[in-house]
């Protein structure tokens, strides 16, 4: 029994100080904020990652009050030179710009190796002239031939006109086209468009 008191005197500390080394943890004191734990966190249980919503803010604007682009002013456009006068409209005749948004149809009377086209003269005070072709219908082998233009001034605006255009061949179906050209209202040059055509018509 001597013996047996003495050991357990001896291991007493062993046994005291065994359990702290055998769980790995330290001893804490309460309200001391420290842990043992491995993850370094200060308050388990909250996340990691903290987000802060922010608030938007005016555009910034210059401090002298001019913006920061230039401001469009209308500069027009240069006179524009042989477009010829501006008719004065009348009551049943209003001439403006000549209108290319809709194609008329041509009146046109054939000959042998002619053919007479009557259309109304729109006018425009920025009308140049007109251009008379005829396309063949009836195709041949290799190049066609090109009938060419027949250029007719206009002469009295809003009233009917008529031009005559030559070299046709003889029994053929052809197609009429009237151009129109015109001053261009900005820029340099001048544009032309398709004003009227006829039907296909034969040559006797």
């Known amino acids: 029994m001597t013996h047996r008191k003495r050991w357990l005197l001896l291991l007493a500390p062993l046994l005291l100080t065994g359990c702290g080394v055998l769980t790995g943890s330290s001893a804490t004191t309460p309200g001391s904020g420290t842990t043992g734990s491995a993850s370094g966190s200060t308050n388990p249980g909250q996340p990691f990652l903290v987000i802060a919503r922010g608030s938007a803010t005016p555009t910034p604007t210059p401090s002298s009050g001019v913006p920061p682009y230039p401001i469009p002013t209308a500069t027009g456009f240069l006179p524009i030179t042989g477009g010829g006068a501006r008719v004065t409209p009348t009551p049943t005749c209003g001439l403006d710009t000549v209108n290319f948004s809709r194609i008329n149809s041509l009146t ?15 006018g425009g005070y920025n009308l140049v002239e007109y251009r008379l072709t005829a396309i063949s219908q009836d195709l041949v082998h290799g190049p066609q031939r090109d009938v060419g233009w027949k250029v007719v001034k206009p002469s009295t605006a809003c009233g009917p006109m008529t031009a005559t255009i030559t070299g046709l061949d003889r029994t053929t179906n052809y197609v009429f086209s009237l151009d129109g050209v015109v001053v261009r209202r900005s820029g340099d040059g001048t544009h032309a468009g398709t004003l009227f055509r006829s039907g296909v018509i034969r040559t006797k």
């Open 108 to 122: 046109v009377v054939p000959g042998t190796t002619s053919a007479t086209a009557t259309w109304y003269d729109v």
